[in-house]
């Protein structure tokens, strides 16, 4: 057969592959979060949107001084492939920085990944055929639901309130789709300074997800990028310091450091760990050397708990500017405010969208990031996230002044030309509970 008489699928004027990819890469959008990335970054713009952290309050020399030591004590190893479970020496680091929330592993246990990003992927890789359930708050980090649906999970929400994720939401959220013979596979929760919206998992309700979880042969996957940033009061102890055998944790030098290093990790049950360092092989064959070994040292030779105090520092000043702009331009609204972390959840007068209302507001010279980002059931609408990590205290006031301009004018041409009425305001919620359209 010649090649000019293979069938080829058509393709569109675009993309001539368009019909050749595979199913999985359906689910493949860019997000929300991403495409405002490129608006966002303009310097009139005060964007609320990304959650990058404020790597300049890092010392520079120090970073500096741990590239230079690498180099000229380990250059031939941060130079070459490395284990697929990472480098040891980080690894009994990364057991010191999790004792700090409760946490006691073993180093056997511990696999450093390019980022909490890639374990997430790996993680999915290992449990999830398409079809499979993974449960994860309402609303859920945005990169995770991204993976979630790469690897053809159907991601179903759980209701949370101000002590975080609901157990009655979950119990019979579970139930139900036991009820319909569904697969649960694992939960997918953020217990601290939950991203995006801003809550805390009580320390009452952790010992009861996980006895819920345990009774029902559900895996728990915990991300905790953000529990060492609190402001005042530590995070509870972690899901993982209660259940060493149900729980896959996941922590991030990406918000305590830097994000440039891409180092995070996973702490899994013995037999889990043997898998995911295979998958993380195929994947990458081995995460960094040279950032690992520059992590390793930074934090061997710095005061690496001073320097996450500083940074707590930073953020409580932010939040709290951020609060303190939300009470004097926008009190009618309701939003939470967290004990720790980068964000804010905004509720906003069902009336309004904030996937609409963006463009006029990056008009305004102000982003945020749409609650739709955060639902994979298409939610969200009247609600947003905030980020008050990275713009400084009096930015901060200048964006969340501007966003005021934008929701009342929203709301002014809605009563002019609607004829709706008084305004009618968001209940003191994070607008999140009601149940979801359609559990299939
Ligand atoms: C909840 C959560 N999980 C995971 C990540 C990924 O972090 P990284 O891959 O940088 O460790 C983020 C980043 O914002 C996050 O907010």
Not at 183 to 211: C, M, Q
Request: proline fraction near 7%; charged fraction near 20%.
């Amino acid at each position: 057969m010649s090649d000019q008489s293979i069938p080829r699928s058509p393709g569109n004027n675009l993309d001539p592959w368009y019909a050749n990819y595979a199913e999985r890469t359906s689910g493949l959008a860019a997000s929300e979060v991403r495409a405002l990335f490129a608006v966002a970054s303009r310097p009139e713009v005060v964007s609320l949107a990304g959650g990058m952290p404020f790597v300049s309050a890092l010392p520079a020399e120090f970073i500096t001084g741990s590239l230079e030591k690498v180099m000229r004590e380990q250059g031939g190893a941060a130079l070459q492939y490395g284990s697929g479970a990472g480098q040891p020496a980080l690894r009994e680091q990364i057991l010191e920085v999790m004792a700090l929330e409760g946490i006691r592993g073993t180093v056997d246990n511990v696999v450093t990944t390019t980022g909490s990003q890639q374990a997430l992927d790996l993680v999915t890789k290992l449990f999830i055929d398409p079809g499979d359930v993974i449960l994860a708050e309402a609303p859920s980090y945005v990169g995770a639901i991204g993976v979630f649906r790469s690897y053809q999970a159907s991601v179903v929400h759980i209701a949370m309130d101000d002590d975080g994720l609901n157990p009655d939401a979950l119990r019979e959220t579970i139930a139900h789709l036991r009820g319909q013979g569904r697969r649960i596979k694992f939960l997918y929760t953020i217990p601290n300074f939950h991203n995006p919206a801003g809550v805390t998992l009580s320390a009452a309700r952790r010992p009861e997800i996980l006895e819920i979880c345990r009774q029902n042969e559900i895996l728990v996957l915990e991300d905790n990028p953000y529990g060492l940033l609190h402001f005042d009061e530590k995070a509870p102890d972690a899901l993982r310091s209660i259940d060493e055998n149900g729980v896959i944790y996941l922590g991030s030098f990406s918000k305590t450091l830097a994000p440039g290093f891409r180092v995070g990790w996973a702490l899994a049950p013995h037999a889990i760990r043997e898998k995911l360092i295979l998958a993380a092989e195929s994947a990458v064959l081995s995460p960094s050397a040279f950032s690992q070994l520059t992590v390793s040292e930074y934090l061997a030779s710095t005061d690496w708990k001073a320097q996450i105090d500083t940074f707590r520092g930073v953020y409580k000043a932010r939040k709290e500017a951020m609060v303190a702009a939300l009470e004097e331009y926008l009190p009618d609204l309701s939003w939470t405010d967290p004990d720790g972390g980068f964000y804010v959840w905004l509720a906003l007068p069902d009336r309004l969208d904030s996937k609409q209302m963006l463009p006029r507001a990056v008009k305004e010279l102000v982003a945020y990031t749409p609650g739709t980002a955060f639902f994979a059931d298409g939610r969200g609408r009247h609600a947003m996230r905030l980020s008050f990590c990275y713009p400084t205290p009096e930015n901060i006031r200048v964006g969340i002044r501007r966003l005021a301009t934008v929701v009342n004018g929203e709301l002014d041409l809605l009563d002019t030309f609607a004829g709706t009425g008084p305004l009618q305001i968001a209940s003191r919620d994070l607008h999140v509970s009601a149940p979801p359209p359609d559990l299939d």
